[in-house]
Structure formats: structure tokens, C-alpha cells
T-cell receptor, first 116, second 112 residues
Framework: GAVVSQHPSWVICKSGTSVKIECRSL??????MFWYRQFPKQSLMLMAT?????????EQGVEKDKFLINHASLTLSTLTVTSAHPEDSSFYIC????????????FGSGTRLTVV | KQEVTQIPAALSVPEGENLVLNCSFT??????LQWFRQDPGKGLTSLLL?????REQTSGRLNASLDKSSGRSTLYIAASQPGDSATYLC???????????FGTGTRLQVFP
């Protein structure tokens, strides 16, 4: 079945530095990927939708200059948290659409980001 | 704005019990509803998907129902096992969009 590989699984960084998270579709082409963040004991909140070869669409309240999304190929989307602060500490998960109309999503295994 | 709520937020039961997890959504104009499982610190695994025209779906010990008009879905887990311990999330998809709107989740613990 469709597999999305997400790396790193966890990362600790200092305040003010940038962190890049990668999501790769291993055996299919992902024209659309979704990025979510999840705070402890809370649900997933959609941050942005990335489409291959075009600019990402950000949800209301998400700073596009802080969370840079690049979807340069059909198998790779990246999320860069720029100038990270402790409040950015969260669990970030990507998802690739493998079907139409909300049917068929494959999720990455998530990245635990801790900013100290 | 679509809001998805799950009750209860947490549940702890002994092995063997039959369980019902609830999901409610405020906007009935949905394309489908899905139930996911999330293990601690992991991504999501899709369990069941119900199209808006369907009323239920079954997979093994899992049965999910959908009442779109009332904005409700239930996930029924039969003969629960410790391996069922996880967080269960429901998510709806609105027409003409691929976005999943997730519920608040139910943290389930099944003890031996």
C-alpha cells in the first residue's frame, strides 16, 4: 500500500534556529500533501495544503513566513519551521492524498519537535 | 465553520467489553466521515470510511455508523482487547474539498 515516510521522527533545537521536516511518498506520486500540528492530548489541526509545483495554501492563523512549505517534486514535501520558539514545540504530521474527495489518505509517522 | 466533537474524551475499560465511541459534527454537508487510530507518538491509521450516502461500515470487530442528518457517527468496538488501546479520531470531509477536519479524539485504554 501507499507509504509516506516522514523524517526526522523527533528533533530538539535551540530557540531561533530553523528545522526542516521531510515527507516522502515512497511508492506513489503525491500531488497534494497536508501538514498538521498536534498539541498534547489535542486533535490534529490542519496547517497548510501543499500542491506540487505551486505555493502552499495556509489555513487561517498559520504564519506562512514562519512555516515554509515546499513541494518541489511529486514525492517530496518539506516543512521548515523558521526561527523556532518554544511555543512551536508540537507534533507535526504530514499526509498525502491517495484518492479523491477525502478518500484515501496516508499519514506520515509524525515528527516531535521540541524547542529549548 | 465545521466543528467535530468526540465523546468521551477518555475511556478505560477491562478487556472483553463492547465499546461505543461517539463523534458529532455541526455541518451535515459532508462528503464522508472516517475513523482513525493513533498510537502514542505515531501517525494515523485509517480504520473505516463511510460515504455520506452510506449508513454504516464494518471491518472485523469494528462497526461505524453514520447519521448525517443528525450530525452523528458512532464507532462500535466489539470484545475489546488491550491492543485496541490508542486514541481514536473521527474526521469529516466537506464537499468539494480534500480537507479533513478532525474531532477532538477519544483516548481508549483497555486493561487485561
Amino acid at each position: 500500500g501507499a507509504v509516506v515516510s516522514q523524517h526526522p521522527s523527533w528533533v530538539i533545537c535551540k530557540s531561533g534556529t530553523s528545522v526542516k521536516i521531510e515527507c516522502r511518498s515512497l511508492d506513489f506520486q503525491a500531488t497534494t500533501m497536508f501538514w498538521y500540528r498536534q498539541f498534547p492530548k489535542q486533535s490534529l489541526m490542519l496547517m497548510a495544503t501543499s500542491n506540487e509545483g505551486s505555493k502552499a495554501t495556509y489555513e487561517q492563523g498559520v504564519e506562512k513566513d514562519k512555516f515554509l512549505i515546499n513541494h518541489a517534486s511529486l514525492t517530496l514535501s518539506t516543512l521548515t519551521v523558521t526561527s523556532a520558539h518554544p511555543e512551536d514545540s508540537s507534533f507535526y504530521i504530514c499526509s498525502a492524498r491517495t484518492g479523491r474527495g477525502g478518500y484515501g489518505y496516508t499519514f506520515g509517522s509524525g515528527t516531535r519537535l521540541t524547542v529549548v | 465553520k465545521q466543528e467535530v466533537t468526540q465523546i468521551p474524551a477518555a475511556l478505560s475499560v477491562p478487556e472483553g467489553e463492547n465499546l461505543v465511541l461517539n463523534c458529532s459534527f455541526t455541518d451535515s454537508a459532508i462528503y464522508n466521515l472516517q475513523w482513525f487510530r493513533q498510537d502514542p507518538g505515531k501517525g494515523l491509521t485509517s480504520l473505516l470510511l463511510i460515504q455520506s450516502s452510506q449508513r454504516e461500515q464494518t471491518s472485523g470487530r469494528l462497526n461505524a455508523s453514520l447519521d448525517k442528518s443528525s450530525g452523528r457517527s458512532t464507532l462500535y468496538i466489539a470484545a475489546s482487547q488491550p491492543g485496541d488501546s490508542a486514541t481514536y479520531l473521527c474526521a469529516v470531509t466537506k464537499y468539494n474539498t480534500d480537507k479533513l477536519i478532525f474531532g477532538t479524539g477519544t483516548r481508549l485504554q483497555v486493561f487485561p
